[in-house]
């Protein structure tokens, strides 16, 4: 009885002392830069239609915690003059506008930086870039284009990729978020592919501490 007893009390203190490093998980930060042109919707219906969806499934395969937070006017980063610019050209001059005004946070593999737009860049007749992120960096720019996008340019930077996105059948077909070249006839899944779940959930236990 005593020997159970002693196990019992060994058992509780080694999750006592497990319990607080899991807690203590350096929060994802997501950081949602909505362009000057965005002013008349608001930070709860730009989350509602392109985050809300995603935050919920990343809830569904991490207990990591996630923070999704707005900053609106900040000159440099949300007036970006992007119609004139490239994709590439885009995501360059946020990137180094992000280096140039945070750069008394701390660097951290888990602040992401994202930049939405109303428009798509890089259009030339039938063709256009939803978005563009830095692989398993820190900045994304994301247009409204579809409520997908956000979702598929973040996943980039948590090391999700197009080889591992999947089209699933569920009376229809859906597209999972990490699908390059969307078809317009296939709905959302709202939701990474298994292989995606497991590279994001590596990335964040792998980055968090
Ligand atoms: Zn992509």
Redesign the pocket.
Known sequence: MLKHRCIALAVSLVCSVVLPSAWAARSLVITVYPHDELASISDKQLHDDFFQAWLDEMRSFTQHPIEVIFQRAIPGLTDIDYGAMTSIEILDAFTHEIDNQRSVRPFSFMNKDLLLTRESYDQSGLTFVA?L?QPSGNTAIASMTSHAVPG??I??MLSAT?ENAETHFNGWFCETY?V?NRVALRSNCYRYSDQNRAAIADYLKYNSN
């Open positions: 978005g992120a598929h340019e996943g980039h197009h990490m390059p």
